[in-house]
C-alpha cells in the first residue's frame, strides 16, 4: 500500500518549468509608413527591381522570340497531326510524319533554291556595271546623270566594293563577322526545330496542366475555348500557307513569261517570303527584281510592276476574304492588327497579331458579349 502511494506521488509530481525565454529588450513602435524616408527607400527598392527586371528580361529576349517562333510553329502544325490521327494514327507517329514532311521540305529547299541564288547573285554583281551603263541610254536619265552625276556614283560604289572581291566580308563585318551569323543563324534554326518538336508532342499534356488549375465548374468551358484558340491559331497558318502558295504560283508563271532562270526555284523563295506577314512581299519582290535585272533592265521592270500590281490584290481583295472565312475575323482588323503587331514586336508580333486578334474576338463572342446580354 505505502508503495502504491509512492507511486501515485511520483506521477502526480509537478512538470518542470520551461525555461525562460531570453529577454530582447522591448518591442519600439512601427514604422511610419507615411514618412517621407519611408515611401522614398521603398520607390527605390521598387525602382531598381524594376530596372534589374527589364534588364534581365532584355538580355534573355531572343530566346523569348525562338520560343514564340515554336510555340507558333507547333500550335500551326497540330491541326495536321490532328487530321492523322483521325485515321487512327497514334499521336507520336503523326508528328513524326509531319516533322519528317516539314525537314524533307527543308532539305529541298536548301538544295534546290541556295544554289540557284547564290549563282543568280554572282549573275547580278558581274552584270551590274553593264545594266548601269545601260541606263544612260534613256534621254532622262542620261540628262539626270550629266547634271547629278547619279549613274557615275553608282558605278564608282560598284566598283569600290567589289573590286577587291570583299562585298560578302563587308557586308557581314568582317570574316570573323560571316562566321558568327552563319554559326548563330544555324543554331537559331535548330533551337526552333527542336523546341517546336517538344512543344507538338506534349501540346496535350500541356493544356491539361494547365486546365488542370482551372476551378472544375468553368475547367470544360475553359476547355473548349482553348481548344478554339489552338484551332484559330492553325487556321491562320493554314492560310498563310495557301496565301504564300498562291503568290508562288504566281510568280512561277511569271518567270516563265519573262524566260527568268530557275522559275521553280524563285517560286520556292517566294512561298517562303510569303509566310511572313506585310514584309514577305517586299523580301520576294526585292529577290524577283534582281533575279529578272540580271536578263535586262526592261524584263526588271515589268517583273517588278506585275509583282506590286499582285501584291495590290493579294492585300486588299485575297487575304482579307480567306482570313475572314478561316478565322472569323473581319478584314480591317486582320490588317490593323498585322500593323500593329509588326510595329510593337517586329516578325514575331506580325506573326503573332492576326491569331491574337481571332482569340480576343472568340472571347469577346462566347464570353464578354453573353455576359453584357445576360446583365
Known amino acids: 500500500?505505502?508503495?502504491?502511494?509512492r507511486i501515485k506521488q511520483v506521477t502526480k509530481r509537478a512538470p518542470k518549468k520551461a525555461p525562460a525565454a531570453p529577454d530582447y529588450g522591448v518591442m519600439g513602435e512601427p514604422i511610419n509608413r507615411s514618412h517621407p524616408f519611408y515611401f522614398g527607400f521603398i520607390a527605390t527598392l521598387g525602382a531598381l527591381s524594376a530596372i534589374l527586371l527589364m534588364r534581365a528580361l532584355a538580355s534573355v529576349s531572343q530566346i523569348f522570340i525562338l520560343i514564340l517562333i515554336a510555340l507558333f510553329l507547333a500550335t500551326g502544325l497540330n491541326p495536321a497531326v490532328e487530321a492523322l490521327r483521325r485515321r487512327n494514327i497514334s499521336r507520336t507517329n503523326a508528328?513524326?510524319?509531319?516533322?519528317?514532311?516539314?525537314?524533307?521540305?527543308?532539305?529541298f529547299f536548301a538544295l534546290v533554291v541556295v544554289p540557284p541564288v547564290v549563282t543568280q547573285g554572282t549573275q547580278l554583281i558581274n552584270k551590274a556595271p553593264t545594266l548601269l551603263a545601260d541606263l544612260t541610254n534613256n534621254?532622262?536619265?542620261s540628262k539626270l546623270n550629266d547634271q547629278y552625276g547619279i549613274v557615275d556614283t553608282l558605278q564608282a560604289?560598284?566598283?569600290s566594293v567589289t573590286s577587291n572581291g570583299s562585298l560578302l566580308i563587308s557586308t557581314f563585318g568582317g570574316v570573323v563577322g560571316v562566321g558568327k551569323s552563319v554559326l548563330s543563324g544555324f543554331f537559331s534554326f535548330m533551337t526552333v526545330l527542336v523546341l517546336t518538336l517538344y512543344f507538338i508532342t506534349s501540346l496535350p499534356q500541356a493544356?491539361?496542366?494547365?486546365?488542370?488549375?482551372v476551378p472544375a465548374s468553368r475547367r470544360e468551358r475553359v476547355g473548349h475555348l482553348t481548344h478554339a484558340i489552338i484551332g484559330r491559331v492553325g487556321s491562320f497558318v493554314g492560310s498563310q500557307i495557301i496565301i504564300a502558295a498562291m503568290a508562288s504560283v504566281f510568280v512561277f508563271l511569271l518567270a516563265l513569261i519573262l524566260g527568268l532562270p530557275s522559275p521553280i526555284a524563285v517560286g520556292m523563295i517566294v512561298l517562303v517570303c510569303g509566310l511572313i506577314p506585310l514584309?514577305?512581299?517586299?523580301l520576294g519582290c526585292g529577290i524577283v527584281t534582281i533575279i529578272a535585272?540580271?536578263?535586262?533592265?526592261?524584263?526588271?521592270?515589268?517583273?517588278f510592276l506585275a509583282y506590286v500590281l499582285y501584291v495590290q490584290i493579294e492585300n486588299y481583295v485575297v487575304t482579307p476574304r480567306i482570313m475572314k472565312k478561316t478565322m472569323s475575323v473581319p478584314g480591317a482588323v486582320t490588317i490593323i492588327s498585322a500593323l500593329i503587331g509588326s510595329s510593337l514586336l517586329g516578325l514575331i508580333g506580325g506573326l503573332l497579331a492576326v491569331p491574337v486578334a481571332a482569340s480576343i474576338i472568340l472571347i469577346l463572342d462566347e464570353v464578354v458579349i453573353p455576359r453584357?446580354?445576360?446583365s
Open 279 to 282: 514584309i514577305g512581299h517586299f
Open 293 to 303: 535585272l540580271t536578263q535586262s533592265m526592261w524584263i526588271g521592270l515589268i517583273a
Open 372 to 374: 453584357a446580354n445576360n
Open 207 to 213: 493544356i491539361d496542366l494547365g486546365l488542370s488549375m
Open 139 to 141: 534621254a532622262t536619265i
Open 95 to 107: 508528328v513524326t510524319i509531319i516533322f519528317a514532311a516539314v525537314i524533307f521540305f527543308v532539305i
Open 1 to 5: 500500500m505505502a508503495i502504491s502511494n
Open 157 to 159: 560604289k560598284l566598283k
